[in-house]
């Protein structure tokens, strides 16, 4: 691909951008207060644009006009709360879709089966010592 203004000027918008949000903006560094460690997700919003064009010039040389842009929006959507051996997800806003409902049960759920495993377990092994 041709190396234009336009691609440098995509290019340094993009790092910008990358500089501005990481893994770390979306899923949050735990934080532990006595035996609760809270973990805050955020939703990660971005959009960017550029454009430009070469300029007629009576001197012959290269004349180029050209733009960039973007924007980001980070909004903080739940609480990942791990307490007691549990994990739960405490969501910030109402629940827009069933799609949200669903997602934010998968910690419950897997908590329940894992306990209802270790409790099945324990009570094959209570019967195998009888």
């Not at 109402?94 to 998968?106: L, P, Q, V």
Request: aromatic share 4%; hydrophobic share 35%; proline share 5%.
């Amino acid at each position: 691909m041709k190396e234009t203004p336009v691609n440098r000027i995509m290019e340094s918008t993009l790092q910008k951008m990358k500089e501005m949000v990481d893994v770390s903006t979306i899923i949050g560094e735990p934080m532990v207060t006595g035996n609760t460690t809270l973990i805050p997700v955020s939703k990660v919003q971005y959009g960017f644009t550029s454009g430009g064009t070469d300029l007629p010039s009576k001197q012959g040389n290269e004349l180029f006009g050209g733009a960039g842009g973007g924007g980001i929006s980070i909004t903080p959507v739940a609480f990942i709360v791990i307490e007691n051996g549990k994990c739960r997800m405490m969501q910030i806003n109402n629940y827009t879709s069933s799609a949200d409902r669903a997602i934010a049960m998968i910690p419950e759920l897997v908590d329940k089966l894992t306990e209802l495993i270790s409790t099945k377990g324990e009570d094959d092994k209570e019967a195998e010592a009888e």
